[in-house]
């Protein structure tokens, strides 16, 4: 069956990074374009970075020159490099595969940033 197991979070102080990884299975992984979620409590899921199969990216406005998305099509897994945490960073991060017709989450993985 479809996975999408997402590891990497924790907990960190401002200005330091984390690098979120996402081993998927159960799927044709380099066919899907893939992304990072994010959800903070009280508030809305939001698309956090982009990528598609052929390594087009997009960032969330206010995460651009820090955060960076990355895939490796031979190992099934999608990165996302966050550097320069900042506590408005601090949510549950979700791994996200998708194409036409399907859409696949993982269970998230919680980053909490500490000024």
């Known amino acids: 069956q479809v996975q999408l197991v997402e590891s990497g979070g924790g907990a960190v102080q401002a200005g330091g990074s984390l690098r979120l990884s996402c081993a998927a299975s159960g799927f044709t992984f380099r066919v899907n374009a893939m992304a990072w979620y994010r959800q903070a409590p009280g508030k809305q899921r939001e698309e956090v970075a982009f990528?598609?199969?052929?390594?087009?990216?997009r960032y969330l406005d206010s995460v651009k020159g820090r955060f960076t998305i990355s895939r490796d099509n031979a190992k099934n897994t999608v990165y996302l490099q966050m550097n320069s945490l900042k506590p408005e960073d601090t949510a549950v991060y979700y791994c996200n595969g998708s194409r036409p017709g399907r859409n696949y989450w993982g269970q998230g993985t919680q980053v909490t940033v500490s000024s």
């Open positions: 990528i598609t199969n052929d390594i087009k990216t």
